[in-house]
């Protein structure tokens, strides 16, 4: 199995302050271990895709790197368990 394959992915979907969501996006985007932040439409402000190398990893980006932002009102984390070219169904 590819290295790249046993890293952790994650979509975390946050919900920012009022009037906060493309500059928390801006900033979250610059943080080690993101691959892609998203202002987006919806219920959630932005929409985060993070890859580290095992849970702990993706957890200590959510609290100690994410949530630590004071833009930042609340995070539901999604943790990645099949992909659409990996074999999984779906």
Do not use: N, W
């Not at 302050?17 to 202002?39: D, E, T």
């Not at 402000?45 to 994410?66: M, P, T, Y």
């Amino acid at each position: 199995m590819p290295e790249e394959a046993k890293r952790v992915q994650a979509f975390i979907l946050l919900e920012a302050k009022p009037g906060k969501a493309l500059g928390v996006s801006r900033q979250i985007a610059k943080i080690p271990g993101v691959r892609a932040s998203y202002a987006v439409t919806g219920p959630f402000d932005v929409i985060v895709h993070a890859e580290a190398a095992d849970f702990k990893s993706i957890a200590h980006l959510v609290v100690a790197k994410i949530q630590a932002l004071t833009s930042v009102a609340r995070t539901l984390t999604c943790i990645v368990v099949a992909g659409g070219g990996d074999g999984g169904e779906g």
